[in-house]
């Protein structure tokens, strides 16, 4: 059961370009919408997130756009650098009543920023 | 900042093996997490752990695995009885609170392979 659809695969764009994720979700039952960051040999970092009740976060040259109706949200990388070389999901998290969270991840975007 | 360690940073096996990865949380957070990544595929959540036990589990996490919190800082995930299907890198996660905005904390996996 795929709940969140992640497009496109993998992404090259020349440096000072605008990277553009976007993912699809299946169902409405979750609390929040956070991107993640992750390098070769480390573990995903929390780039950026956003609520269901807002849609536009920016942080930086990060933002999100999020569309409620459609249930989609994207990531835009502006000015991209070739720092910015990495695999980023996008995640669908949900809170387990007093208990924690849980993240769903969609399958990954390999983004090359090419200088 | 602090960090989730994880080790070993690679563990090899043999398929019919149990395996024991270690995790150090960050040391005020309160709920833990297992996390696996299949090679090119998305992270997959595993386990949330709160309050010395499971909060919530996935389908993956059948008999085979078990979770520990030994001691107060370390968290384990036990493999049991390693199949060639279980070579994946696992990332352990933690986090302060069950906030929407409170990131999880991910350590840098460790890559099991089953031979």
């Known amino acids: 059961q795929q709940q969140v659809k992640q497009s496109p695969q993998s992404l090259i764009v020349q440096k000072g370009g605008i990277s553009i994720i976007n993912c699809a979700y299946e169902n409405t039952a979750f609390d929040y919408f956070p991107w993640y960051q992750q390098f070769p040999g480390k573990g995903p970092a929390l780039l950026i997130a956003i609520r269901p009740d807002v849609s536009e976060k920016k942080e930086g040259r990060f933002t999100i756009s999020f569309n409620k109706s459609a249930k989609q949200f994207s990531l835009h990388i502006m000015d991209s650098q070739p720092g910015d070389s990495a695999t980023y999901f996008c995640?669908?998290?949900?809170?387990?009543?007093?208990?924690?969270?849980?993240?769903?991840f969609g399958g990954g975007t390999r983004v090359l920023v090419k200088p | 900042e602090p960090e989730v360690t994880q080790t070993p940073s690679h563990q090899v096996t043999q398929m019919g093996q149990e395996v024991i990865l270690r995790c150090v949380p960050i040391s005020n957070h309160l709920y833990f997490y297992w996390y696996r990544q299949i090679l090119g595929q998305k992270v997959e959540f595993l386990v949330s752990?709160?309050?010395?036990?499971?909060?919530?589990k996935s389908e993956i996490f059948d008999d085979q695995f078990s979770v520990e919190r030994p001691d107060g800082s370390n968290f384990t995930l036990k493999i049991r009885s390693t199949k060639l299907e279980d070579s994946a890198m696992y990332f352990c996660a933690s986090s302060q609170g069950i906030s929407p905005s409170k990131g999880y904390t991910f350590g840098s996996g460790t890559r099991l392979t089953v031979v």
């Open positions: 995640a669908l998290k949900k809170i387990i009543k007093a208990a924690g969270n849980k993240l769903t």
């Open positions: 752990f709160y309050n010395n036990e499971i909060s919530e």
